[in-house]
T-cell receptor, first 117, second 116 residues
Framework: AQKITQTQPGMFVQEKEAVTLDCTYD???????LFWYKQPSSGEMIFLIY??????QNATEGRYSLNFQKARKSANLVISASQLGDSAMYFC??????????????FGKGTKLTVNP | DGGITQSPKYLFRKEGQNVTLSCEQN?????MYWYRQDPGQGLRLIYY???????QKGDIAEGYSVSREKKESFPLTVTSAQKNPTAFYLC???????????????FGEGSRLTVL
């Protein structure tokens, strides 16, 4: 069964430093997608970055990069030059296609990031 | 502006009452989803719909019902059969299939339901 594991319930980082949020996934599918979402205290989910299972290069979006290690089944999020506004919950997720042909997304339990001034 | 609108943002109900959460999108997306989030937990899928007049149960569908009569709308009813309905509910939509930006989900701002 598809599963996402985020082992860090909470992380702290100093403003302007880089931080890595861990994510490992479990699937026997060859085709899947990996996502990171940010959830501020207001509750909305904000899409950050996407990596396809066949993408050879690591995805980057501004200060966000995804360190994709397929053999290890890991998809860690790297945030460079942390800002106070980065303080939030971060969720790793994986999309897959069901036997019925529907696309589903499974989420990890999240990591709470706190950026200190 | 295009997006997903959930209402109400906060809702209080007495135990045993059914309650319906609204979700409307103007993104012209085929697929819509309902997730439940409990404190310290990730999102769990309740129901999803890939096309109008069709929907499938997710991982925790018991005690919930949905309808998809229009492409834009996917209301969720929390019935009295749901044993622990107090939670944060998130509605999402996506272009059908994973081909465009990986089929990322666009989320509404959520509805927080408290059962007294």
């Amino acid at each position: 069964a598809q599963k996402i594991t985020q082992t860090q319930p909470g992380m702290f980082v100093q403003e302007k430093e880089a931080v890595t949020l861990d994510c490992t996934y479990d699937t026997s599918d060859q085709s899947y997608g990996l996502f990171w979402y940010k959830q501020p205290s207001s509750g909305e989910m904000i899409f950050l970055i996407y990596q396809g299972s066949y993408d050879e290069q690591n995805a980057t979006e501004g200060r966000y990069s995804l360190n994709f290690q397929k053999a290890r089944k890991s998809a860690n999020l790297v945030i460079s030059a942390s800002q106070l506004g980065d303080s939030a919950m971060y969720f790793c997720a994986m999309s897959y296609i069901t036997q019925g042909g529907s696309e589903k997304l499974v989420f990890g339990k999240g990591t709470k990031l706190t950026v200190n001034p | 502006d295009g997006g997903i609108t959930q209402s109400p943002k906060y809702l209080f109900r007495k135990e045993g009452q059914n309650v319906t959460l609204s979700c409307e999108q103007n993104l012209n997306h085929d697929a819509m989803y309902w997730y439940r989030q409990d404190p310290g937990q990730g999102l769990r899928l309740i129901y999803y719909s890939q096309i109008v007049n069709d929907f499938q149960k997710g991982d925790i569908a018991e005690g919930y019902s949905v309808s998809r009569e229009k492409k834009e709308s996917f209301p969720l009813t929390v019935t009295s059969a749901q044993k622990n309905p107090t939670a944060f509910y998130l509605c999402a939509s996506s272009i059908k299939g994973p081909k465009v930006r990986g089929g990322e989900l666009f989320f509404g701002e959520g509805s927080r339901l408290t059962v007294l």
